[in-house]
C-alpha cells in the first residue's frame, strides 16, 4: 500500500543518496541528486528550477517534510507502533521563551519547539558567543517595542544532533544583503545547558559530524551523542 503512496517516490529518492553515499561511481551520484531535487521541487516550487538556492532553507524544507509525513506512515497499517519520526527523535528540541517586566518583575514562559537554530555571524566571535548572543537577542529587539519588557531564550530539552546555521549575511542600514566574508572562530568544545538538569560538552565542533558527550545529574549515565554544525 506505501508503494502507491505519491510520498514514497520523495523517501525512495532519499534513500537512494544513502545508497549511492560510498559509491565511486559519481554519475550515479549526480542522477540520484538530481531526482532527489526535483522530488523536493514537486513539494517546494522554489527549487525545481536550476537556479542558486539557499542549502539552509531546502535543508528546512525537507526536514518539515520528513515530519510531515509522520500521520502518513503512521496511518498505514500496522505503523502505528513500529514507526518513529527521525526528525522528532534526532532533531527536535524545546526552548522555553521567557518575558519579564522590568518594572514588577512578573514572568510568563512560552515553549517553542524546534529543529535547528540560525546565528548570526559576528567578527571574531566564537560559535557559543554567536549563540550566546541569539539566546538573549530578543532583548533588544522588544525593548524597542515596549522599554520595560525583555525576553530571552534557554533550552528546555537537547537534541541527539544539534544544527546550527552561521548566516554568512547582513542586512545594511537600506535594508539591502551584504554578504559576509569573516571567518568563523570555532573552538575545540562548546558547553550548552538546558533547564531540564542537563548540560552537554560538544566536541570539536565543524561543518561535520562530530561526537560530544550528554551529560546529565551524577545518577544519569553518559550518552554519545551527535552535534552537526551547519557552517
Not at 503512521?74 to 521567557?98: E, N, R, W
Request: hydrophobic share 40%; net charge neutral.
Amino acid at each position: 500500500m506505501w508503494e502507491l503512496d505519491p510520498e514514497a517516490e520523495f523517501l525512495s529518492a532519499f534513500m537512494n543518496i544513502v545508497r549511492c553515499h560510498r559509491s565511486p561511481n559519481n554519475g550515479n551520484k549526480l542522477k540520484a541528486l538530481f531526482a532527489f531535487k526535483m522530488e523536493v521541487g514537486k513539494r517546494y516550487a522554489e527549487f525545481l528550477d536550476m537556479g542558486q538556492k539557499d542549502a539552509h532553507e531546502f535543508l528546512t524544507s525537507f526536514l518539515d517534510h520528513i515530519r510531515s509525513l509522520c500521520p502518513v506512515i503512521t496511518g498505514l497499517p500496522g505503523m502505528a507502533d513500529i514507526y518513529v519520526c527521525p526528525i522528532q527523535k534526532h532533531l527536535m528540541f524545546k526552548m522555553k521563551s521567557t518575558r519579564a517586566c522590568m518594572e514588577c518583575g512578573q514572568r510568563s514562559m512560552n515553549e517553542e519547539v524546534f529543529n535547528n537554530l540560525s546565528l548570526n555571524l559576528v567578527p571574531q566571535e566564537s560559535v557559543k558567543e554567536m549563540l550566546d548572543n541569539y539566546l538573549l537577542s530578543w532583548n533588544a529587539i522588544v525593548s524597542v517595542v515596549a522599554q520595560t519588557t525583555t525576553q530571552c531564550y534557554s533550552f528546555d530539552t537537547l537534541p541527539r544532533i544539534l544544527i546550527l546555521h552561521v548566516k554568512h549575511f547582513c542586512f545594511t542600514p537600506l535594508f539591502t544583503p551584504k554578504k559576509l566574508l569573516n571567518p568563523i572562530n570555532i573552538s575545540r568544545e562548546l558547553i550548552i545547558s538546558s533547564t531540564q538538569d542537563f548540560s552537554c560538552c560538544v566536541r570539536d565542533v565543524g561543518a561535520t559530524f562530530s561526537n560530544y558527550k550528554f551529560t546529565g545529574s551524577p545518577w544519569r549515565c553518559q550518552q554519545e551523542i551527535k552535534c552537526h554544525a551547519v557552517l
